[in-house]
């Protein structure tokens, strides 16, 4: 059973910072993919940056050079940090893990960003 759970949502002014994290637990396979989605009320699901085992990285265009994406192999934990935050940031952000094909998601952290 693989478990994913994510930290460090919350309430924060435009131009504000949070970090996000997400450890997974379970029977992980070394080589993965881990990352992060939002989903916005009324929209789509959406990449917001995803890292892999290996450390190739992928930013959704409206992250790059606001947000970094990092991880710690050893811990199994993958990090969001997200600087210069916009309302249009806001949404459930949700953590990711791939590996042999099959998908797992954590149960989603709210982020809110204010005008």
């Known amino acids: 059973q693989v478990q994913l759970v994510e930290s460090g949502g919350g309430l924060v002014q435009a131009g504000g910072s949070l970090r996000l994290s997400c450890a997974a637990s379970g029977r992980i396979f070394s080589i993965n993919v881990m990352g992060w989605c939002r989903q916005a009320p009324g929209k789509q699901r959406e990449l917001v940056a995803r890292i892999s085992s290996g450390g190739s990285i992928t930013y959704a265009g409206s992250a790059k050079g606001r947000f970094t994406i990092s991880r710690d192999n050893a811990k199994n934990t993958v990090y969001l940090q997200m600087n210069s935050l916009k309302p249009e940031d806001t949404a459930v952000y949700y953590c990711?893990?791939?590996?042999?094909?099959?998908?797992?998601w954590g149960q989603g952290t709210q982020v809110t960003v204010s005008s």
């Open positions: 990711n893990l791939v590996f042999l094909t099959v998908d797992y």
